[in-house]
């Protein structure tokens, strides 16, 4: 997949792309790779277990809602522009028919595997903005978007 950024959008600093299978293994992998590329903006521990937390959420719902049963790829890309990291992460699974209804706390639509229904609610929390695009069998966007401390020499 390809990002295209416009003219409206700040110049970016540094990207990076990764897609893995959508096996619940590569959870932590998504994790691990968002930190230590957002690592380069110098962000508080607070800023990076609550991106961590939102990545892994998005990859989750990859993984166990969009994919269900089968398999598939997860994609992820981080833009890093100004003090701010953009993360898009997406899927190609059966897509969310009601994203409204998605974004309510505590719903879920795999009640059997003993889910939350928090994962959208987390995201939300934890990012600076948040924005779900879904297609019904054409699979998720999820794009997140968060600033670290407007002072680039805190310590």
């Known amino acids: 997949m390809k990002v295209e950024y416009v003219a409206s959008q700040p ?14 293994e590569n959870e932590s ?7 230590a590329f957002v690592a380069q903006l110098d962000p508080t521990m607070e800023e990076l277990t609550e991106l961590k937390t939102a990545v892994s959420e998005a990859v ?8 269900e049963e089968r398999e ?3 994609q992820i890309e981080c ?18 028919s009601d994203i409204e209804e998605a974004r309510q706390p505590l719903y879920t639509s795999r009640p059997e595997l003993e889910r939350s229904g928090m994962g959208l609610t987390i995201m939300e929390s934890f990012v600076d903005e948040l924005e779900v695009e879904s297609t019904v069998g054409e699979g998720t966007r999820v794009t997140m978007i968060k600033s670290f401390g407007a002072d680039p020499n805190r310590k």
């Open 11 to 24: 110049k970016v600093d540094n990207y990076v792309r990764l897609q893995f299978p959508s096996c619940s």
């Open 29 to 35: 992998l998504a994790r691990v790779a968002v930190a």
């Open 60 to 67: 989750t719902n990859a993984i166990i809602h969009g994919y």
């Open 72 to 74: 598939g790829d997860v």
């Open 79 to 96: 833009a890093i522009y100004d003090r701010t990291v953009r993360i898009v992460i997406t899927d190609r699974g059966i897509g969310i």
